[in-house]
């Protein structure tokens, strides 16, 4: 029989606050690493399960969440979607700007040696729009299977438009297969706090501390990049659209949504967590239901900046000499290229060849930037999904709450 305090200690864990959980759990793995470097080794199973579950799920909840929304979407109602998808490009171009400013200040360089031998990269910023143009149109099944989101994306709009010709029943089917797999995903993120244990314990205890101890300046850059559009553009931003002091959502959004986002690093599986967010804001839900998993999919400020501060470091470090209209047309690459990373995770890295194209720098060179990309991704990745999530509810807000504003002055 449990005493009163077990029973208090599995409520909290079953219902306690996440961030809360995470923080603990966090605390906890480092502490183990520090303690018995094996032990910690030896818990890796349990961040492999979570994020493999993470993979697993969130692209049928993108598919479905997006497919439901469309085909329940009554003819006249007015979603607000085309000025935040403006916020997001914006967003995502400007991040671009910041990267080539804070680079142009606070140059970087790297230690460039054998080239890395993983995935194959696009080799031109041709190259990289006719892929985003064929992932469009795989199978939607092989989209699944592979998480191309933009696929799964062009898909579920597809089908969310044919669904709404046809029967209440089935469109009510629809909502609940959306329901069903939310809640999933919901009670998967319940598990982010022991998955998050067995990341950080595992990491910390094959690579110690001193794997980022080498690109500190470097990892400070790119977040300090993120932190000014988290705190100064997407703020101004936010201000355009509601015209008064942005702030309590900029905070409200950072803490509910990206500091979760940090820890799952995946802006799909975020979703439920946005939309929960939104929700409990009183936002629309004709809008909220698809702005956030398009967001999930296009908003990339987070993954703009580490495709220029990244690109720029190597540029640095074969001392070749840029001017501005080159910085310019890089912040234009770094943006496409940002969409075209589709919320993977890791995925903005493996663009970052299409960039350095521009230099004339070898495909084998440029993968040697993506190596180092992976090595401080612990951290990058992590601040760039939190960027990138939060973002998505905070412009979504902003515009449901300019619209309900004009509303109320009719």
């Known amino acids: 029989m449990m ?21 603990f759990a966090l605390i906890a793995g480092i502490i183990l690493a520090l303690v018995s470097k094996p032990a910690a080794q030896s818990v890796s199973l349990l961040g492999e399960l979570f994020v493999h579950a993470l993979k697993a799920v969130a692209p049928i909840l993108v598919l479905l969440l997006v497919t439901a929304s469309i085909a329940n979407h009554q003819q006249g109602q007015k979603v607000n979607i085309r000025p935040i ?25 790297l230690i460039l040696t054998d080239a890395h031998s993983g995935s194959e990269a696009p080799k031109g910023i041709l190259a990289i729009a006719q892929g985003i143009l064929l992932s469009m149109v795989v199978n939607p099944v092989d989209a699944l299977i592979n998480a191309n989101y933009i696929g799964i994306l062009v898909w579920a709009i597809a089908l969310g438009l044919a669904f709404r010709h046809s029967s209440a029943a089935t469109r009510n089917l629809l909502n609940d297969l959306s329901s069903a797999i939310t809640w999933l995903v919901a009670k998967v993120i319940r598990c982010a706090p022991i998955g998050i244990f067995g990341l950080v314990a595992s990491v910390l205890g094959t690579n110690g501390f001193s794997a980022l101890s080498s690109y500190i300046t470097l990892l400070l850059l790119l977040i300090g990049c993120m932190l000014i559009m988290a705190l100064v553009v997407n703020p101004l931003l936010v201000f355009w659209k509601i015209r008064r002091n942005p702030y309590p959502l900029v905070f409200l959004c950072l803490k509910e949504s ?10 799909a599986a975020n979703i439920p967590v946005n939309m929960a967010i ?16 398009l967001g999930a999919n296009i908003s990339m400020a987070g993954a703009s900046i580490t495709i220029t501060v990244l690109t720029l470091a190597a540029v640095n470090t074969l001392h070749i000499s840029i001017d501005l209209p080159t910085a310019i047309m890089l912040s234009l690459v770094a943006s496409l290229c940002a969409c075209g990373a589709s919320g993977v995770a890791g995925g903005s890295l493996l663009l970052i060849p299409v960039a350095c194209n521009m230099f004339g720098i070898p495909n084998e060179v440029a993968m040697q930037v993506v190596a180092i990309g992976f090595l401080i991704s612990v951290l990058q990745d992590s601040a760039e999904t939190a960027l990138n999530s939060s973002t998505d509810l905070l412009f979504t807000a902003a515009v449901c709450q300019a619209a309900n504003a004009s509303e109320q002055q009719l």
């Not at 998808?85 to 360089?109: N, W």
């Not at 990206?258 to 802006?267: C, D, L, Q, Y």
């Open 85 to 109: 998808v403006t916020l997001y490009l914006l967003s995502t171009f400007f991040a671009a700007v910041v990267a080539v400013v804070a680079s142009y200040h606070f140059p970087q360089t």
């Open 258 to 267: 990206g500091v979760t986002a940090f820890f799952t690093r995946s802006s």
């Open 3 to 23: 005493t009163s305090k077990s029973t208090g200690l599995v409520n909290w864990i079953r219902s306690g606050n996440l961030i809360t959980q995470i923080i």
């Open 278 to 293: 939104a929700e409990r804001l009183g936002l629309d839900e004709d809008t909220y239901s698809v702005s956030i998993p």
